[in-house]
């Protein structure tokens, strides 16, 4: 398994941006899909938005065309670049990787929207 640390999460009024990164402790050259998750209080964790080791990109559909998933293999970085922000996308965001069906995760980062 991979280490993940998560980080850039904050309080933003709605309308504003944040952009999550998470640091991974090996090489995600390796990992066959990285993504972002969400956990809102009294809900499933659900998925924001994957990329494969392709470059291959996927949305869930209540961000499209408001977040960016990106990843920096220099830097054994991955990112969610977070605009336009509604106060429905308040919930603890988590960085996840595969790697031959291994899972991990990372301990999560608070964002919250204010309306």
């Known amino acids: 398994q991979v280490q993940l640390v998560e980080s850039g999460g904050g309080l933003v009024q709605a309308g504003g941006s944040l952009r999550l990164s998470c640091a991974a402790s090996?090489?995600?050259?390796?990992?066959?899909?990285m993504g972002w998750y969400r956990q809102a209080p009294g809900k499933q964790r659900e998925l924001v938005a994957t990329?494969?080791?392709?470059?291959?990109?996927n949305y869930a559909d209540s961000v499209k065309d408001r977040f960016t998933i990106s990843t920096d293999i220099t830097k054994n970085t991955i990112y969610l670049q977070m605009n336009s922000l509604k106060p429905e996308d308040t919930a603890v965001y988590y960085c996840?990787?595969?790697?031959?069906?291994?899972?991990?995760w990372g301990q999560g980062t608070q964002v919250t929207v204010s309306s």
């Open positions: 996840n990787a595969v790697y031959r069906g291994t899972y991990s």
């Open positions: 090996g090489s995600i050259f390796r990992m066959n899909v």
């Open positions: 990329i494969t080791s392709g470059g291959r990109t």
